[in-house]
T-cell receptor, first 117, second 112 residues
Framework: DARVTQTPRHKVTEMGQEVTMRCQPI?????VFWYRQTMMQGLELLAY????????DSGMPKDRFSAEMPDATLATLKIQPSEPRDSAVYFC???????????????FGPGTRLTVT | KNEVEQSPQNLTAQEGEFITINCSYS?????LHWLQQHPGGGIVSLFM???GKKKHGRLIATINIQEKHSSLHITASHPRDSAVYIC??????????????FGKGTHLIIQP
């Protein structure tokens, strides 16, 4: 049963600390998304990659957030320095987009619940 | 104004009732997704639609592209259907933008 995995599942940190969240997409998927969910804003897109290349990071605060895919099996989302307003659940999702551009499903990971004090 | 609006925000119903959740959007889309989020927080995709109607068990999703409207129906509702249902759209883009834009969700409670 292929699943998207995320680590850590929970993270509590102090303001100013660096936070790194990791995601392992489903094997064979070429598109990886990072989403953030807060009570106030709901779910919102932060960034996404295809074939490890960033396609859209317009939803991400550039000064403190960075997203990378060091290889096809690992996506990372880093916050440095973290702030209390970054407290949220961060979801990774993956899917496979064919060259035809046909619509495809996105499969969500369990999320990382981040609390910045 | 949000690009994706859902109604109602909260819905409490009795077991067995027919449930309808609505989603309206204001932009051109290539696809609409219905997602389910359980109290534990995990998100599961229920449907992906670009036209017409889809059915899976007791769940039915419809979309009217001209009216920019979609509905999610649950027949013979059960307490295990209690969850947040989220409408999300993939905006139409010639470049193939794939990230989702989400509604605020409908919090559904089915009482026994």
């Amino acid at each position: 049963d292929a699943r998207v995995t995320q680590t850590p599942r929970h993270k509590v940190t102090e303001m100013g600390q660096e936070v790194t969240m990791r995601c392992q997409p489903i094997l064979g998927h070429n598109t990886v998304f990072w989403y953030r969910q807060t009570m106030m804003q709901g779910l919102e897109l932060l960034a996404y990659f295809r074939n490890r290349a960033p396609l859209d990071d317009s939803g991400m605060p550039k000064d403190r957030f960075s997203a990378e895919m060091p290889d096809a099996t690992l996506a990372t989302l880093k916050i440095q320095p973290s702030e209390p307003r970054d407290s949220a659940v961060y979801f990774c999702a993956s899917g496979h987009r064919e060259d035809t551009g046909a619509l495809y499903e996105q499969y969500f990971g369990p999320g990382t619940r981040l609390t910045v004090t | 104004k949000n690009e994706v609006e859902q109604s109602p925000q909260n819905l409490t119903a009795q077991e067995g009732e027919f449930i309808t959740i609505n989603c309206s959007y204001s932009v051109g889309i290539s696809a609409l997704h219905w997602l389910q989020q359980h109290p534990g927080g995990g998100i599961v995709s229920l449907f992906m639609l670009s036209s017409g109607k889809k059915k899976h068990g007791r769940l039915i999703a419809t979309i009217n592209i001209q009216e920019k409207h979609s509905s999610l129906h649950i027949t013979a509702s059960h307490p295990r259907d209690s969850a947040v249902y989220i409408c999300a759209v993939r905006l139409y883009s010639g470049g193939g933008a794939d990230g989702l834009t989400f509604g605020k969700g409908t919090h559904l409670i089915i009482q026994p």
